[in-house]
């Protein structure tokens, strides 16, 4: 299977490379033509870096024919890229969120439609085992109705190699641009509060954390995405130490991507999905504007 990636904007592009390059029966080519970056590796540099192939341009890359791509640029840049990928006949799997804007978000999704290509949104953090087990238990209906939840996002604002992700004009806004639209995914629905920043202490063990508190008639159950962790002493500089582990969830949602997913797990989100999670984020930005309650439009 012919995979493309491009470009390398976001944090998620090298682990989608690493991952792409490794799998069995997947053939890379990056393409990064804009990716100026005077302190990390970006363009032909990273790819060489990776030992993956590369293209000078998004046409280059193209002319390849690549079954499917991975839309890793700038959030304000996904609906040029997507459209692009829709007329070359690509399926895509396109970095969250997947505009900045709803009716950018619809466009991509009228263009995949009506070229009959797939389009899905990079949420990883519906491929956790703790969010599986927490979905098998709700949907049970041991603990009742599920009344609220409360869901939280903690993460921390990325170096200046990334400053776009608080530029308003590409990001499309901050934290709760960047961070909402996950718990956004896991809930889909349901009636919640969900509290999003990046305020993760620069040296935490994990770069973010998606925690759920469901409260159901019978009981509540808590969840703790990036729970793992291993804890001791490092006697060499006298200090404890904390290390944290957990199953690799940018490898699910690739491989869920490229091959479906298991019998009884969930699949990666489509654009209808993605376009559901961004309208919660508008709303909560109108909201903030006005000081007034805002319906998503759902």
């Known amino acids: 299977m012919k995979v493309g990636l491009l470009p390398f904007a976001h944090t998620h592009a090298l682990s989608y490379a690493a991952l792409l390059r490794d799998m069995d029966g997947v053939e890379l080519l990056i393409a990064d033509p804009d990716g100026t970056d005077p302190e990390h590796l970006r363009g032909k540099e990273l790819a060489d870096h990776l030992g993956v192939a590369y293209a000078l341009s998004y046409e280059?890359?193209?002319?390849?024919?690549?079954?499917?791509?991975v839309v890793c640029a700038e959030n304000a840049r996904h609906r040029e890229l997507v459209e692009l990928a829709a007329r070359h006949g690509a399926d895509m799997l396109c970095?969250?969120?997947h505009a900045t804007t709803p009716e950018d978000a619809r466009a991509m999704i009228d263009a995949c439609a009506a070229a009959g290509v797939r389009l899905a949104v990079a949420h990883p953090a519906r491929f956790g085992p703790a969010y599986a087990a927490l979905r098998a238990d709700?949907?049970?209906g041991q603990r009742g109705r599920i009344l609220a939840v409360r869901g939280a996002n903690f993460g921390r604002l990325t170096d200046d190699t990334r400053a776009w992700f608080s530029d308003h004009e590409l990001a499309g806004g901050g934290a709760l641009m960047d961070h909402t639209v996950h718990v956004a995914d896991l809930l889909d629905g349901t009636h919640?509060?969900?509290?999003?920043?990046?305020?993760q202490p620069l040296?935490?063990?994990?770069?973010?954390?998606?925690?759920l508190r469901v409260v159901g008639e019978k009981a509540t159950v808590e969840?703790?995405?990036?729970?793992?962790?291993?804890s001791g002493y490092d006697e060499a500089n006298r200090r404890s130490t904390v290390h944290a582990w957990s199953p690799d969830l940018d490898h699910a949602l690739l491989s869920?991507?490229?091959h479906g997913p298991a019998e009884g797990a969930v699949d990666v989100p489509d654009g209808e999905a993605?376009?559901?999670?961004?309208?919660?984020?508008?709303?909560?930005y109108a909201a903030a504007r006005t000081g007034q309650p805002v319906p998503t439009g759902y």
């Open 256 to 258: 869920t991507f490229l």
């Open 274 to 284: 993605g376009l559901r999670a961004l309208r919660i984020v508008t709303a909560g």
């Open 223 to 230: 969840l703790t995405a990036s729970g793992q962790l291993v």
């Open 138 to 140: 709700a949907r049970s």
């Open 203 to 211: 040296h935490h063990p994990h770069w973010s954390d998606v925690e």
């Open 60 to 69: 280059d890359l193209f002319a390849w024919q690549p079954d499917a791509v």
């Open 192 to 199: 919640a509060t969900i509290d999003c920043s990046w305020s």
């Open 95 to 97: 970095e969250k969120p």
